[in-house]
Structure formats: structure tokens, C-alpha cells
RNA sequence: UGGGGUGUCGCCAAGCGGUUAAGGCACCGGAUUUUGAUUCCGGCAUUCGUAAGUUCAAAUCUUGCCACCCCAGCCA
């Protein structure tokens, strides 16, 4: 993994913990809950994490927040997993929450023993009840002075499976009249029979995140804690449980703000309600903003990196123009992606002074020093792009027009000489002959011409199904109640009657392949008010392979 | 109306008492160009939410005000 240049003001936190001798090293810990696949707003996590850890020599640990078995699955792990790796990032340990569950009990009973938690048995009604408001202080529980022998009692019997679930839960004692409502003695461990996706059925008491995760943090080694911004004002929490199960040194939890970009879903639970509605075929459908997503859309894990790294850590509420990502998707793939010619509005071409077939070459990146050359067959029938022939030519109209001239890239200049018209007098073929002292890169013509349009050749080509992603889950009102509907209705569409090169079929290996408009065309559309898709052609990753 | 945060160009974002207030996206010019792309050069905040105050000097310090975000799961 190269490391992506960034600055920000953790690293400046982590740069002065480590000059102060606060810390000897870096350890971090990139967490999700495997609930879910990975989004981009993850890959802003994992610079922050992965990135703060390579930048001071230290490392990072894939820690899998698993307290809450009723959500998580192991289908998630591995698509986190392999996410994680496509990005680019290792993992130095592959950590659990689960595999602490036992120290995180004894932990409990240990603050039991301290009268720092009690068992309440009020139900979760009247514990929210108790919790007072934003502005009313709480009331304490009627159970919470118990003494530490009959918590402990009641807890090992919660543990033991005495109690069904939600009729009694383990809290923090610490101040139920606390401005911060997470320190309202809060709950660190509920009864909940539901299937571990890894520790089985062994428990049915699990703790929750707020008192697990520094504990999960401390035993890992963990010094710095890298969150949300959401979590700030758990911190208070966080620090509470470090001390006073006296850790040290105590993980120093720092919070960032999450990543946003415009008209685009980036909560979980929306992605999760798409997928299990249907309205996308998966987690990985290309409409969707989850690494799986963006991976089949064609997007180079760098361009995401890159984004995150320009679009920067702070603590300010941000969104993020689809601009931004577009730039950067644009710029990686200009570097790096193949280029291949296909018309998705074919228009009959016939040069009519040409016989027969010859190679002509064509540098597959012009924009690259050292392109590779790709070799492609010319002839006498082509297919140009709809758009690139006008009969009323528009001001400063570089392509072709009647009697006007083009060049076709990669071949020869060719000159308009007559349009054949259907009965409706739509344009269905236009017939046009060749210079021969105009070819590629032996050009001796002396010609001058503005336009070079692309082209395949008619008897060579092959019919291909674009599948057109135009909307990234990007529906201004994806938080009104049509999203739903809007989203299955416009998201995908399919472009028929494209014909490609064979190069294109080949390399897809005879799978439809996809056209990835969106991004990576915007700019040149807008531009020209045609589509090109001869440059940019960013396929699936598995068909890529073939 | 409690607490925790955040406010610098249309969008991100540096800046940490003395800088002509970085940079990127977008946008607008101009040059190159075998795709109106790419590349290249140039332009783009006398001003830092706002009002006072401290100071020789403030985006940076103080105070008040305003706006926005987060928190009342036995979710994370």
C-alpha cells in the first residue's frame, strides 16, 4: 500500500502524543459492525485509521464490533474482509469483540465488586422513562443500591440463562442527574438469546458497545481511538469505563467528521432496506455507494482513496460535491484505464472509393508518454456515432456535415459526399470517401480538419448490452418517502444496439459488458453534448480478468 | 430554553497573533491536441458566521449573539 499524502489535525494530536511521550508507538483499529457491507464512507475510516497508523510506523488491527449478535453475520466479515483488501490496506491482526467476551465479563463482575454497575430490573419502558429529558435530570432506579453480593449473584444468574431476555440488565453507576445522557447509568449488558455468528449460543448476556469497545481498545493495545463525530459525546463515557477499571496507559478516543456526498445514501440502514426490498440486485449493484458497488462500477480503489485524502479529516459537517469523487475517478482512470472504441447510436458510414480491409494502428492512450498500440482493422463499412453527423451544423460543429470533413480516429480523413434518408428523412446512412494520403500517422495530405470522430467497423463489430449506471442512489429526495420508487424506476437503464469492437467483446469475454458512463464521461459530455465512449471503457473487475 | 460540537470563495479545505488568506473541485479565459477529452498556462475571498473588545498587529485571543449538526436504543 502506498501511503496517500494527507494531513489533519489527528495526526497532529497523534505527532504531539508521541513527542510528549504519551504513547511509545501507534496502534489503531479500523471498526465496523459486521451488519452491512462497506461504503465509501468507510474508506474514509480506513485512510484515517490504516493511514494515521502507516504514516507513524505503527499499526492497525481489522477489529469486528460484534456485541450485538441479531445483526451481524459472518457474510458480512468476509465481504468487509475483502473490501478492506481491495482497497489496498493490511491488516496487522484480525481482532473480535467476541474474543473478548470473557474478559469483558470479568470485567463486569469487577466492577460490581467496585458498586461501579448494578443489576436493575426495570424494563426497557421504564428505563427510558427514568432517563429524563434533554433538560429534567433522571431518576435513579430503585435497584441501584443493591449490594455488590446480590449484583453479583443476580448478574452470574443473568449470565447462567435464569432470566428471559430484557427482564433484567447490567448499568453503570455513575450519575443519573449528568447533563450528558450517556452517563445517565447506562447499560453495559443486556439479556439477548440470539445466535453469535461466532461464539454460537455460548451467551445470552452480550455488552454493549459503549463499555465494550474501550475495553476492546485497551486490550488490543490500542492509543488512539479513531470515531465519528456522533461519538463525541460518548468520549465522556469511554474515558469513564478506562479509568476506572484503571487502565493504562487508556486509549485516547479522537473524532472526525463523516464523510457526505451530495445526493448520495450513506446510512447503512437505507442500503440494508434497498437490498432487502429488492430495489437493487445486492450490496454490490452499481447504483450502489458501497465499496462492492463502486468496485463493479469500474472505480479504482485509488481514485477513492485519493478523494478521501483531497476531500480531508476534520471536524466540520461537510458535504462533498459528486464533482469532487468525479475528478478523481476521472484522473485514475485516464492514467491507468484501457481504451476501446464503440458507438452506442450507430449511424451507417460507407466509404465509398475503399476496398477491402487493413490494419491501421491506434495509440491506445494518446495522453500517455508511452501508450500501448493496439492494432484495428479499417474498411468499408463503419459505424459512426449518431451525433457526430449533423445536417444543420450548430456554430463551431467540429464533425462531420455534408460535404464537410473528419477525421476517424486512428484512419483516415474522410469527406461527405451524399446522406441517404428514409421516407421520413431521418439519416440513415452517410457515404463519404477517403483521402488515402490522409492515414494515420503517415498523413501527407496537407489537410487540416477540427473534428475527429470514433468508429467501428461494420463487419468486424459486435452488438453489445450497455448497461447505463446514471444514478448513483443520488435522488435529492432519497429521504422522502418516493425515493424508493424514484431509485427502482431511473437508476438502471440499458442501452441497446451499441455496437463495439471485437477487442471489447473479447476482453468482456463474451459477457455483456458495462459502459460506466457517469463519472468518467460527464466532463467530455458536457463538453461536446455527445457521449464518447471510445476512451474511457472501465469494466467489472472479474470480467476484466478474462 | 440541558449538554457536546462546528462555522474561512458555489463545494471541500489549509491556517494555531505579523503570510499579498495555501491547495483541490467547479467555473471562466488562452495555448497545444488524431475525439470539444487529456495536457499546459492564466483568472477566480482587501476577507475569514456576526457584533463588540484586547493588541502596534486578530481568521487566529476574549465576550455576547446568530446558524447548523449530534445526544433521551437493553443499536453501533
Not at 219 to 227: E, P, R
Not at 266 to 288: A, C, F, I, N, T
Not at 436 to 458: C, F, M, Y
Not at 525 to 531: F, M, Q, R, V, Y
Request: with cysteine; net charge negative.
Amino acid at each position: 500500500m502506498t501511503e496517500i499524502e494527507t494531513t489533519n489535525f489527528i495526526e497532529q494530536i497523534v505527532k504531539e502524543d508521541l513527542e510528549e511521550g504519551k504513547v511509545g508507538g501507534v496502534q489503531t483499529r479500523f471498526p465496523p459492525e459486521p451488519n452491512g457491507y462497506l461504503h465509501i464512507g468507510h474508506v474514509k475510516s480506513m485512510l484515517v485509521n490504516f493511514g494515521t497508523a502507516l504514516k507513524f510506523g505503527g499499526k492497525c488491527n481489522l477489529f469486528f464490533d460484534d456485541t450485538n449478535p441479531s445483526k451481524e453475520k459472518t457474510e458480512f466479515v468476509d465481504a468487509i474482509r475483502r473490501d478492506i483488501e481491495w482497497v489496498g490496506y493490511r491488516w496487522a491482526k484480525e481482532v473480535y469483540a467476541s474474543d473478548f467476551f470473557d474478559v469483558i465479563y470479568d470485567y463486569a463482575e469487577k466492577l460490581i465488586h467496585m458498586g461501579k454497575a448494578f443489576v436493575c430490573d426495570l424494563s426497557a419502558e421504564e428505563i427510558s422513562a427514568s432517563r429524563g429529558t434533554l433538560t429534567e435530570p433522571g431518576k435513579e432506579s430503585p435497584y441501584r443500591n443493591r449490594t455488590a453480593e446480590e449484583n453479583l449473584r443476580l448478574f452470574r444468574e443473568m449470565k447462567a440463562g435464569k432470566y428471559p431476555d430484557g427482564s433484567k440488565c447490567l448499568r453503570a453507576k455513575i450519575d443519573m442527574a449528568s447533563p450528558n445522557i450517556n452517563l445517565r447509568d447506562p447499560v453495559i449488558y443486556r439479556i439477548l438469546r440470539a445466535t453469535h455468528h461466532r461464539t454460537g449460543d455460548k451467551w445470552c448476556i452480550y455488552p454493549m458497545y459503549d463499555y465494550a469497545h474501550p475495553i476492546c481498545d485497551y486490550l488490543q493495545g490500542v492509543t488512539h481511538s479513531l470515531c465519528t463525530l456522533e461519538f463525541e459525546d460518548h468520549r465522556p463515557l469511554y474515558d469513564w469505563v478506562g479509568i476506572t477499571l484503571g487502565f493504562s496507559p487508556k486509549p485516547r478516543q479522537i473524532e472526525f467528521a463523516r464523510l457526505n456526498i451530495t445526493n448520495t445514501v450513506m446510512s447503512k440502514r437505507y442500503l440494508k432496506k434497498l437490498v432487502e426490498q429488492g430495489l437493487v440486485h445486492g450490496w454490490d449493484d452499481p447504483r450502489m455507494p458501497t465499496i462492492a458497488g463502486l468496485r463493479n462500477r469500474g472505480i479504482p480503489p485509488k481514485a477513492l482513496l485519493s478523494f478521501c485524502a483531497a476531500a480531508g479529516i476534520c471536524k466540520a459537517d461537510s458535504v462533498c460535491e459528486q464533482s469532487y469523487l468525479e475528478h478523481f475517478v476521472r484522473d485514475e482512470l485516464n492514467a491507468s484505464a484501457e481504451r476501446a472504441m464503440a458507438v452506442v447510436h450507430p449511424l451507417k458510414m460507407t466509404i465509398v472509393n475503399y476496398e477491402g480491409e487493413e490494419e491501421t494502428e491506434f495509440a491506445v492512450n494518446p495522453t500517455l508518454e508511452n501508450s500501448p498500440v493496439r492494432k484495428i482493422l479499417f474498411g468499408k463499412n463503419l459505424y459512426i456515432e449518431e451525433e457526430d453527423f449533423s445536417l444543420a451544423p450548430p456554430p463551431k460543429y467540429n464533425r462531420l456535415k455534408e460535404g464537410g470533413y473528419v477525421r476517424l480516429k486512428g484512419a483516415y480523413i474522410v469527406r461527405c459526399d451524399e446522406v441517404v434518408k428514409d421516407g421520413e428523412g431521418n439519416v440513415v446512412e452517410v457515404r463519404c470517401t477517403y483521402i488515402p494520403e490522409s492515414r494515420s500517422n503517415h498523413d501527407t495530405s496537407g489537410l487540416k480538419v477540427r473534428g475527429t470522430i470514433h468508429w467501428v467497423n461494420a463487419d468486424r463489430c459486435v452488438d453489445a448490452v450497455v448497461k447505463n449506471y446514471e444514478c448513483l442512489l443520488n435522488d435529492a429526495a432519497y429521504d422522502g418517502q418516493d425515493f424508493d420508487e424514484r431509485m427502482n424506476r431511473e437508476s438502471e437503464k440499458v442501452i441497446e444496439g451499441v455496437k463495439a469492437e471485437p477487442y471489447l467483446a473479447a476482453a468482456a469475454d463474451g459477457t455483456p459488458f458495462q459502459l460506466l458512463r457517469t463519472a468518467y464521461y460527464k466532463k467530455c459530455t458536457e463538453a461536446n453534448g455527445k457521449l464518447c465512449l471510445s476512451f474511457i471503457v472501465s469494466m467489472k473487475d472479474s470480467y476484466k480478468k478474462s
